[in-house]
């Protein structure tokens, strides 16, 4: 989407940038969601179609008139026997922001290039955007910085001491890669802003070491969700572009020694997989103390109880260590075939990435 942004704002034109910024209930659509409006009246992405996003159409217009931005709360309360596609029964608010290019009041375009570069990257970052400013000097509706790596890339938030709050909070929520509204306070002036902060993920990476049959279909899923995939193994014959034309990387070689060598984030996900225990086991010690978001071995319950009862008492690796580790992998719905193994498996990592239940959605109250 950004691309397009930075090649419209080239070109003069003035855009709507309507976001998601808060939701309750039920929506068709998450928190940091977008849609683009242009003054010629195209539209890039959603915000969840229907009467609720020509309601948000609407004001982008007026937005784009005034280079005001403006919330818009949209709610989706319709009767369910109604014929309105808005019965989803919740409501969302949505900041619609005027993006032009203007280098001295709104660096639009700055902004633009550098989001554009880091999503062709994947190395992620974090967007904070002030929704609204109290007794915070300069500071003002629309306002924003792109932070990354810690630091301060681009942005047009006047006010020190709101922007070291605003530092300080992206990287928890870049973290937790939860796009999120965030009050801050500054006692120095008794100043209080309220600041989106949405996150742009680095790439989330699936390492899956063991290419035998349940690889297939895990790296046909892993790609649909758009995951960055390695393959590893020792065996050059199952190792290989032929067997996996859709990876990212193919290693062969100690699978251990090979996952030592990768770099693994807070955004990588590890599945082991292997064709026996004493290549899980050694592959397990070698990243069980990294960041990666997500570690499933798979495995019967005995075996994988064998296994953490010799990292315990012959490693000393702590208990809460081993508890970081989804064993034996998956989650149950009475899975058999590969595929559907393999379904139960990257169903876990998302449950995991997303913070889900895992119960059936019928049982919630």
């Known amino acids: 989407m950004y691309s397009q942004v930075k090649k419209l704002l080239e070109e003069g034109e003035t855009l709507a940038m309507a976001t998601i910024v808060s939701s309750k209930g039920s929506t068709p659509r998450e928190v940091g969601a977008k849609m683009v409006v242009t003054a010629s009246g195209d539209i890039l992405g959603t915000v969840g179609g229907g009467c609720g996003e020509a309601e948000v159409c609407r004001k982008a ?3 784009i008139r005034s280079r005001k931005p403006a919330m818009v709360t949209v709610e989706l309360m319709d009767d369910i026997e109604s014929d309105s596609p808005a019965v989803c029964g919740g409501i ?3 900041f619609v922001d005027p993006w032009w290019d203007d280098p001295a009041s709104a660096p639009c375009k700055e902004f633009a290039e550098e989001l554009s570069r880091v999503t062709d990257e994947g190395s992620g970052g974090v967007i904070a955007t002030v929704l609204k400013a109290e007794n915070c000097g ?3 509706s629309g ?8 630091e301060l890339k681009a942005g047009n938030i006047p006010n020190e001491a709101l922007l070291q709050k605003i530092l300080e909070v992206a990287e928890s929520q870049l973290n937790k890669e939860e796009s999120k509204e965030n009050p801050i306070t500054l006692p120095e002036t008794d100043g209080k802003a309220l600041v989106f902060f949405e996150i742009i993920p680095p790439m989330r990476k699936a390492i899956i070491v063991g290419a035998g049959h349940l690889a297939i279909p895990l790296v046909q899923f892993a790609k649909i969700l758009g995951f960055h995939i390695t393959v590893l193994d020792d065996r050059v014959k199952y190792a290989n572009r032929e067997r996996f034309p859709d990876v990212d990387e193919v290693f062969v070689g100690d699978m251990a020694a090979t996952l030592r060598d990768i770099p693994i984030t807070p955004f990588t996900y590890i599945v082991l997989i292997t064709r026996g225990h004493q ?7 070698a990243i069980i103390d990294s960041q990666a978001k997500y570690i499933g071995m798979i495995g019967s319950r005995r075996r994988i109880q064998a296994c953490f009862i010799r990292f315990r008492d012959e490693d000393g690796i702590p208990e809460e260590m081993l508890n970081r580790v989804h064993a034996p992998i998956g989650l149950d719905i009475g899975s058999e075939t590969p595929e559907e193994i393999a379904l139960s498996i990257i169903a876990e990592m998302i449950k995991v990435r997303r913070g889900g239940t895992g119960q ?3 049982k919630h109250q």
């Open 138 to 140: 300069e500071a003002s």
């Open 143 to 150: 306002q924003k910085c792109f932070i990354r790596n810690g």
């Open 360 to 362: 059936p959605l019928s």
């Open 61 to 63: 217009v007026e937005v």
């Open 279 to 285: 290549y899980d086991e050694p592959c397990l010690r």
């Open 92 to 94: 969302m608010d949505v």
